[in-house]
């Protein structure tokens, strides 16, 4: 039972032994090359017709939920890209006859955009490369046969299954600066000076909420890793070893550049949640985290939710888009290269 | 296995390797431990002594519990509590996103049409949409709906409106993900055994029914344990769709109570461990399940 997750992680994940129909499929799919396999037993004519009624007799399996599903998610995108182009504020509706870019002339010249902005990109570059190296590093050592494996894998994951809101809650406790158990850790194994007030602090303050996010996501790129390294054969760890390479540098030349579809696919998980960062941040600061810690997430919500804003919040809210689809773009591309899709 | 065999296991490297685990697993557990050991503390106890140690004498209270009860549920035949609100939109967006998510990975997976990238790809992208990015026209959307008008005829539903809104809207952004990850298990399938019913006469709906649906079983295990813990953990969407007081979810529950007893850790953590007791009741009887879904995500 525990190692079958890791089969299906990997199959997932690679290009495993699973991915034989998918293959076989995106073929039938493209179009061009239904003559090779097994269609060549029938003619390319009912191979077409047989795809045609295939097609009609899909849709109501998925055009609905499809339907549903575009509504909610692409409509509303595109409907707030236009509601971007107005002035709407206050109450009232918004007025669609007058579009223009104001919004996003106001955005430029705002200096708190320009911070909001600046901590959006560090949350998310620091926060993604820290979580995959703790990750990354878990996953090595627990790879190395290690007993009560699961009972470990199952603690590391545990922040996962929790709330935003409860992981902020449990570490405004944390990073109490009397009796917080950071700060009395610190004090304990002599460090006093390092004793801080984290959270309010405006020099620690994102590098805090980094480090508890890290806390709460490490453990997923843990899996992740470690799905990935059961995926290379062993004949790979032992030739490396043959060859005299030694444990370090077997890991960087030979192991670590076959992990990339597992960091790649980690990377784009952690990015989303650090773009979706804002529960934790609301929930320590409220709407106002102050210039050291605002991100696009938590002023788009300001600007909209508690100012009425509407426009503004809407044009920020595009720029959040727009930015998830520079992380997702590029993984979505391999991922249909591969034909995962 | 004999402590004997335990330590001729172990060398100087192997210890060290144990030890680090073992120091990161204590770092994982730290803040919940913590916070627990808190949580049954009197407000002096917290005050004065070491988070992570357990309360003795009249340290010890379980005062925390009975308050932060009152404030995220009261009394069980209130089922207006905040623990009731988030079931009333979890249990019924976690199944309805589930079977439609079923439904439409067949669509996608085992019959074929092409142009099914393009669609596919729609449904991966979907998984991955920043909330913020639709928020403003989602509230405006409800707004222009006015839900509460087509439920006059059903007062219960009609107080509830808020959570009926949160309901279709976090079944509609749970479909990508339970989409894809009942295709990924769809796509494994057997070809030869679904080719043999086809030809058999089955028509696609007899096939779902008959043959899909009764193999999808672990996998809705998987799929309904995900997405339950997050409807369950969701904030944002609560935050900007839920305006009445009675229709407050535990999230926001939890929220609140932290604002307004902001010294009382020992009642917050409390709250907390309260708010997370569901899914950290389905983490522990499913986490195998729940690491999948996980999977499923990347």
């Not at chain 1, 493209?30 to 090779?36: D, L, P, V, W």
């Not at chain 1, 549903?68 to 692409?74: H, N």
């Not at chain 1, 727009?322 to 992380?327: C, E, K, P, S, T």
């Not at chain 2, 096939?207 to 799929?223: E, G, H, N, Q």
Request: glycine share 8%; hydrophobic share 50%.
């Amino acid at each position: 039972m525990p190692h079958s997750i890791f089969r299906r992680l990997v199959s997932l994940g690679s290009d495993g032994d699973g991915d034989a129909n998918d293959a076989n499929e995106v073929r039938t799919d493209g179009g061009t090359a239904t003559a090779t396999g097994e269609g060549t037993t029938r003619s390319d004519q009912s191979d077409r017709s047989l795809l045609d009624s295939e097609f009609v007799r899909s849709l109501p399996f998925w055009l609905p939920p499809a339907l549903l599903m575009g509504l909610f998610v692409y409509g509303a995108i595109g409907w707030n890209a236009v509601i971007s182009l107005t002035e709407w504020s206050g109450f009232g509706s918004p007025d669609y006859g007058d579009l223009d870019f104001s919004m996003y002339e106001q955005m430029l010249g705002d200096p708190t955009f320009v911070v909001a902005a600046r901590n959006t990109v560090v949350l998310l570059v620091v926060f993604t490369v820290l979580s995959l190296a703790v990750g990354l590093l878990l996953a090595i050592l627990v790879d190395r046969d290690i007993r009560y494996e699961n009972t470990l894998r199952t603690i590391y994951l545990l922040p996962m299954s929790l709330s935003f809101v409860v992981t902020a809650i449990f570490w405004a406790w944390m990073y109490n600066p009397e009796i917080g158990l950071i700060n009395v850790v610190l004090r304990g194994v002599g460090l006093d000076f390092l004793a801080n007030d984290w959270i309010s602090d405006p020099s620690t303050k994102l590098g805090a909420v980094i480090f508890a996010l890290m806390w709460q996501f490490s453990g997923y790129c843990m899996v992740v890793y470690l799905a990935g390294l059961r995926a290379i054969p062993n004949d790979q760890f032992e030739a490396a070893r043959i060859d005299g390479a030694s444990t370090l540098r077997m890991y960087r030349r030979v192991i670590i550049p076959q992990l990339r579809a597992s960091t790649m696919s980690a990377a784009v998980v952690l990015m989303v949640f650090a773009l979706k960062a804002f529960d934790f941040l609301f929930v320590l600061f409220g709407d106002t985290p102050g210039p050291s810690t605002d991100i696009l997430a938590t002023m788009m919500f300001r600007e909209a939710f508690s100012s009425s804003n509407w426009a503004y919040g809407a044009a920020i809210a595009t720029v959040l888009f727009l930015l998830a689809l520079v992380v997702i773009g590029p993984y979505l591309y391999v991922q249909y290269q591969r034909g995962d899709l | 296995m004999s402590v004997a065999d335990d330590l001729r296991e172990l060398s100087l490297g192997r210890a060290a390797v144990y030890v680090v685990l073992l120091l990161v697993g204590a770092f994982y557990l730290a803040p919940l431990e913590s916070g627990l050991m808190t949580a049954i503390k009197t407000q002096d106890a917290f005050f004065s002594s070491t988070p992570f140690v357990p309360p003795f004498g009249d340290g010890f209270t379980l005062e925390p519990w009975y308050e932060a009860w009152a404030q995220m549920q009261g009394p069980l035949s209130d089922f207006s509590g905040a623990l009731y609100n988030s079931a009333f939109v979890a249990i019924p967006a976690t199944v309805l996103s589930g079977l439609i998510g079923s439904v439409a990975a067949y669509g996608l997976t085992n019959l074929k049409w092409r142009g099914q990238a393009g669609v596919l790809m729609l449904f991966v992208a979907g998984m991955f949409v920043p909330y913020q990015s639709v928020l403003v026209p989602l509230t405006r959307f409800w707004t222009i709906v006015g839900l509460q008008n087509y439920l006059a005829a059903v007062p219960f539903l009609q107080s509830r409106v808020g959570l009926i809104e949160l309901v279709v809207t976090h079944t509609a952004y749970g479909i990508p993900i339970c989409t894809i990850l009942f295709r990924s298990y769809y796509a494994n399938f057997d070809e030869s055994m679904l080719e043999a019913a086809r030809i058999d006469g089955a028509t696609f709906t007899r096939i779902y029914r008959r043959i899909i649906f009764p193999l999808s079983k672990p996998m809705f295990a998987v799929v309904l344990i995900y997405q339950f813990t997050q409807v369950w953990n969701d904030f944002l969407f609560a935050l900007v769709l839920v305006s009445s007081p009675t229709n407050e979810v535990a999230t926001i529950a939890l929220n609140k109570l932290q604002g307004s007893m902001v010294q009382q850790y020992n009642v917050q953590m409390a709250a907390a461990f309260i708010a997370a007791l569901p899914t950290l009741l389905v983490y522990v009887l499913f986490g195998e399940q729940f690491a999948e879904g996980v999977a499923g995500e990347s």
